[in-house]
């Protein structure tokens, strides 16, 4: 047998088949890079997740603490604005107390509780103290119990305690 071409050798893969295959293994390498890519995203992100839930812990930990000082701050205000009323009440109870005393009665000592008033001073009479300063005493205290000691000039030196009656 004799042929007008000359044999040349036949390729183990057709051109076509070999543009295939190109074309199958780039597509598997980018389908392999792909899911790497993918897996080291997951890895980042389960590593930012891991972070975010310890600065959330931290955050909350934080809050926590912020509004125990807000409560304490505010019991504090509570307690701060209470002792100025109750300053402002004792100021002006006491004022008004001294605007009860006579000119002619001088006073040496105030003991002030929560339910009672001690008043120890120097009268020129009895009179002047029943006239004067009992009455008072008497419409603001349940009780008032007054004892007089006569000094060597003819005043009296006195001591009453007025006691009001205890709310149950």
Do not use: C
């Not at 103290?129 to 005043?155: A, C, D, E, R």
């Amino acid at each position: 047998m004799y042929s007008f071409t000359k044999a040349r050798p036949k390729p183990l893969f057709a051109e076509d088949t070999k543009l295939w295959l190109i074309f199958i293994a780039s597509t598997a390498f980018l389908m392999i890079f792909f899911s790497l890519f993918l897996w080291a995203k997951a890895l980042l992100y389960e590593h930012d997740i891991t972070q975010f839930n310890i600065e959330i812990a931290s955050n909350k930990k934080q809050i926590h603490e912020f509004v125990k000082k807000i409560e304490f701050i505010k019991i504090k205000k509570t307690l701060a604005t209470q002792v100025s009323v109750n300053n402002d009440l004792l100021k002006d109870g006491v004022k008004n107390l001294l605007d009860l005393i006579p000119d002619p009665i001088t006073l040496t000592n105030i003991k002030i509780t929560k339910t009672s008033l001690y008043i120890y001073g120097i009268t020129p009479s009895k009179e002047i103290y029943n006239v004067l300063l009992l009455p008072p005493l008497k419409s603001i205290f349940t009780h008032t119990i007054t004892h007089f000691y006569q000094m060597p000039n003819g005043w009296y030196r006195f001591e009453s305690i007025n006691l009001l009656k205890e709310e149950q």
